[in-house]
């Protein structure tokens, strides 16, 4: 399901790697499976903001707007616990836990509950149906993670909208 795929390298920190594949991630959107018009041309407006900051800018971008304000962290479970809760970590290591047996890696050091990671999780379900059931468990904290973001006018808001849409319920019978 490459939106997913597409979303999860969006909304990583940005490389030059991903510059290089600008133009074929352009040319994917309007035959991406799974997406509507309004999510084509949120994707779209998302890349031709991004595509006009030099590589620099866009990791600067970047960084002030997750790294630095926690309210904006892509962390799931930064937004369902509090910050010393312990049951942060068992729920951090239940979803290792579920990738491994679904025989998803993840990166050494990299916490499964980390956005772009369970967007490239999703990208790997064979039905959509599959894909929104697992999203709907995290569509509240792209809710609030999209509304905190639209409160300073970050042009990622819309990317965590497309996020939050796919993981309603709703959708599914459709």
Known sequence: MQ????????????????????????????????????D?????????WAGNLSLTEYQAHYVNTFDFTPDNALYITHHLFEEQDRERGPALV????YYKAEGFEISEGELPDYLPLVLEYVSTLVTEIDVRLFLQQSAHVSEIIATNLEKINSPYAQLLRIVQRHGRLVDIAA
């Open 94 to 97: 239940d979803l290792s836990e």
């Open 3 to 38: 939106i997913y795929k597409i979303l999860s390298l969006l909304l990583e920190y940005p490389k030059a790697e991903l510059r290089e594949h600008w133009n074929e991630i352009k040319a994917l959107i309007p035959t991406l499976e799974h997406t509507d018009h309004e």
């Open 40 to 48: 084509q041309q949120a994707l779209l407006s998302f890349m031709e």
